[in-house]
């Protein structure tokens, strides 16, 4: 055979299976897109302001286009495509619950949240189709947050991290005592310290708005109970991060007061509402953890692993009740090899 021949002959394509890790971020993509296609739906049907209105437009259709695509993915794979949430199935025709500016919030949070999650998601990704799909995602979730940060920048609604004077030297930390101080005066808070407080209460201050509609509008007291001690929960949490900065006469995040309206008329599913507060237990476990590896005060530390803690029970106690109505979504997950040994 000659080197033409060879090179005319036909190449075999290799078929590359999704890795359990690119079949995790596509799963859980597939619920947040379809969650928010139901939420973002819902805030559409009643946004009075433009700009918001074009980035809401913006975040609904690209979740649209991804829940194609990532149908896709699972229908080559031949993987069930999950349930995940339907509108008309999962929303209902009601009055406005949010305000303009609450929805404006929420979809800067969408972004952030967006680019936590893609970033991740590529990170794990080896099949080239899958980590061109995180790619594309991730620049979408960059826009949301840069068109939504400058309109609340544009309406003066934007809340900015505490300032502090610029350093003007280098310096390094020369005693234990930087990290070790259990008692008496405590060294003041770094940069880094003072950027977690700054996110943390403002993740709080975004749930406590969302679990206040919440608790108006569930269907049954049981789920609105459970709303209600998430409020309160985020409401303690806001207090305690808000404190922490103000003993050192660092001025707090100001107070995000758009509270929401008097309806008491569901525009969501129990199930999506329990879902959407499950995925910010998780969001905020890990930025707890990820502020606690990051603090090297003590105090902080111990507050961290404490809050922490209550978030732990709070999100047991919500996924007992996801499956108890039957409403928990499973992930795929490995074959069991004991029970398959088992005759």
């Known amino acids: 055979m000659t080197p033409t021949q060879l090179q005319a002959s036909p190449q075999t394509e290799h078929k590359i299976e999704l890795t359990s890790a690119e079949i995790a971020s596509l799963w859980t993509s597939y619920l947040s897109d379809t969650l928010a296609v139901c939420t973002i739906g819902i805030y559409l049907q009643h946004v009075e302001d433009q700009e918001t209105k074009s980035i809401l437009e913006f975040a609904y259709q690209q979740s649209k286009a991804h829940i194609q695509k990532l149908q896709a993915f699972f229908t080559k794979g031949n993987i069930p495509i999950p349930d995940g949430f339907?509108?008309?199935?999962?929303?209902?025709?009601?009055?406005?619950?949010?305000t303009d500016d609450f929805y404006l919030f929420y979809i800067e949070n969408i972004g952030k949240v967006g680019m936590r999650q893609y970033t991740t998601a590529l990170s794990n990704s080896a099949r080239p189709d899958v980590s061109q799909y995180f790619t594309d995602c991730l620049n979408e979730s960059v826009q949301i947050f840069n068109r939504s940060t400058?309109?609340?920048?544009a309406k003066g609604t934007f809340i900015r991290a505490p300032y502090i004077p610029s350093p003007t030297t280098k310096q390094y930390v020369q005693k234990n005592s930087y990290m070790d101080t259990w008692f008496g005066p405590q060294r003041p808070l770094n940069v880094i310290e003072i950027?977690?407080?700054?996110?943390?209460?403002?993740?709080?201050?975004?749930?406590?708005?969302?679990?206040?509609?919440?608790?108006?509008?569930?269907?049954?007291?049981?789920?609105?109970?459970y709303m209600l001690r998430g409020r309160n929960i985020a409401d303690k949490h806001v207090e305690i991060f808000g404190s922490m900065l103000s003993k050192e006469f660092i001025p707090s995040a100001s107070v995000w007061d758009t509270l929401p309206t008097n309806s008491t008329i569901p525009p969501f599913s129990d199930k999506m509402m329990m879902f959407q507060v499950s995925?910010?237990?998780a969001s905020g476990i890990a930025h707890y953890g990820t502020n606690l590896g990051m603090s090297t005060r003590k105090d902080l530390s111990t507050h961290y692993i404490g809050l922490t803690a209550e978030i732990l029970a709070f999100a047991e106690d919500g996924a007992?009740?996801?499956?108890?109505?039957?409403?928990?979504?499973?992930?795929?997950?490995?074959?069991?090899?004991?029970?398959?040994?088992?005759?």
Do not use: C, V
Request: no cysteine.
């Open 320 to 343: 007992e009740i996801m499956i108890e109505h039957g409403w928990m979504e499973q992930p795929p997950q490995a074959p069991d090899r004991n029970k398959l040994a088992t005759p």
């Open 195 to 225: 950027s977690g407080l700054y996110f943390n209460l403002i993740q709080n201050q975004l749930g406590r708005s969302l679990l206040m509609g919440f608790s108006q509008t569930a269907g049954t007291q049981q789920i609105r109970n």
């Open 150 to 153: 400058e309109a609340l920048l």
């Open 86 to 98: 339907q509108e008309g199935i999962d929303t209902y025709p009601a009055p406005r619950l949010y």
């Open 279 to 281: 995925a910010l237990n």
